[in-house]
């Protein structure tokens, strides 16, 4: 089979390239001042030649096969102002990046449509969902990260990433990072971050490399969906500690691969004895290595997409 033409936007950009490995071609609209879901290859990703640009205005005309949908406005407003009705009949996907805001059980999710495709990026995410009558599949997150970035765990200090914290608040964890710092060396990255004392924003081909010095990663988000920065950071060799919350208690063994648990001075705990000893950092950074490389390799993701968008 030829590649398919996909038609698709920038919503994250980091879940974007790593969607570009797929062995087709991706089409994305721009409009000019490239504000968000419409930038296009932006940012500072090296790009691949199968990632192309098309003006908003001509989308109607674009020859593609597959539309691929990456947020709920681009569902219900842009595949109705933007697309021909030729484009609105194509095999139609949906990517669910997060898990219900209003409900975490009863929020039946926007698509409604027997004729699509829903792929949620955790099973966490599809459980929580009520995604009635439309068709759904998992399919987690894949991340490739430099030869260059390895664990090495020298800083005896935490890294948090996480973006626009203080305006996400306790969702993502605000308070338990604040609490954290206070009581063990704790660094945060990402956009936003200087607002609260972080270091700013690091881009993300830098991330794993950057991180690769630290003793540990700090996840400290209650609710949401899996971050790529945690798969990285596991990727490279950090053992990972966490709140043992939405997907993370089926990647993260307390004890095993990293430190898990729903109390955060249980967490605090797990910390200190990671700065206190080298080579407990080491060991359980290594068995979460493991477990990325199984559960968060980029072949097995792109595979993954590749049988999905093919089978369309």
């Known amino acids: 089979m030829r590649p398919l033409r996909i038609l698709t936007w920038h919503v994250h950009g980091n879940y974007l390239w790593y969607l570009s490995h797929v062995p087709h071609e991706l089409v994305l609209p721009v409009r000019p001042g490239r504000p968000h879901g419409y930038a296009g290859r932006a940012g500072a990703f090296p790009w691949p030649d199968s990632v192309s640009e098309v003006p908003a205005d001509e989308v109607p005309h674009a020859d593609v096969d597959v539309v691929l949908y990456q947020s709920h406005g681009h569902w219900s407003v842009d595949r109705l102002e933007l697309l021909s009705d030729r484009q609105r009949a194509l095999p139609r996907v949906v990517i669910e990046h997060d898990p219900p805001r209003q409900s975490p059980t009863d929020t039946r999710h926007p698509v409604d449509d027997p004729g699509a495709v829903v792929v949620h990026v955790t099973a966490f995410n599809r459980l929580m969902w009520d995604n009635g009558a439309t068709p ?21 200090r935490g890294l948090a990433v996480v973006n626009d914290l203080a305006a996400r608040g306790r969702r993502l964890g605000a308070d338990i990072f604040v609490d954290a710092r206070r009581r063990v060396p704790l660094d945060l990255v990402g956009m936003g971050s200087s607002e609260v004392g972080g270091l700013g924003e690091v881009q993300p081909p830098d991330l794993p490399e950057f991180m690769a010095a630290y003793r540990f990663y700090f996840h400290p988000v209650r609710y949401t969906s899996l971050g790529l920065s945690l798969c990285e950071a596991m990727t490279v060799g950090l ?26 001075d249980r967490l605090v705990d797990g910390m200190r004895a990671l700065i206190e000893d080298p080579a407990l950092a080491e060991r359980l950074g290594k068995a979460g290595r493991e477990t990325a490389r199984e559960r968060f390799g980029i072949e097995r993701f792109v595979r993954d997409w590749d049988r999905l968008l093919r089978s369309l």
């Open 136 to 156: 759904t599949v998992v399919i987690e997150h894949g991340v490739v990260v430099p030869d260059r970035a390895r664990y090495r765990g020298d800083l005896p």
């Open 239 to 264: 053992p990972v500690v966490g709140l043992a919350t939405t997907e993370l208690p089926t990647i993260v063994e307390d004890g095993v691969n990293g430190i898990a648990h729903t109390d955060p």
